[in-house]
C-alpha cells in the first residue's frame, strides 16, 4: 500500500515472465476474492498484458475472471507437439494471443 495525499492506494505490480502471468492471474483472482480493490495495476512482459486486460476489462464488477479466460484460452490452444514448432510460433501462439485479448478488451471507440 502507498500514501498518498493521506489517501492509502492499493497497487499491483505483476512481473513478466511467460508462464508466470498464469501466477500473477492468481493472486489477482485471490485478491477479488477478498474484494480488494486497486487503485493502480502495472506489469512488465506478460504482467503487462495481465494489466491491460484487468484495467480495461468490459466486466467492470469482475475483472478476474477475464484474466481467467483468457489463461483458459492459452491452455486449451497450447502447443500441439505434432504441428512443426515454426508453425506453431506463427500462427498459434501470435495469432491466437492477439485475438484472446481483442475479445477481452472493449472496442477502442467505446473508451472514454
Known sequence: MVMSSGKIENVLVLQGGGSLGAFGCGVFKALANKNIKLDIVAGTSIGG???????????????????????????????????PVLEWLYDKSRGRLIRAAENLLPPTDKLT
Open 49 to 83: 498484458i495481465n494489466g491491460a486486460i484487468i484495467a480495461g476489462s468490459s466486466d467492470k464488477d469482475h475483472p478476474e475472471r477475464k484474466l481467467e479466460q483468457f489463461w483458459l484460452e492459452l491452455a486449451e490452444n497450447s502447443l500441439n507437439l505434432t504441428v
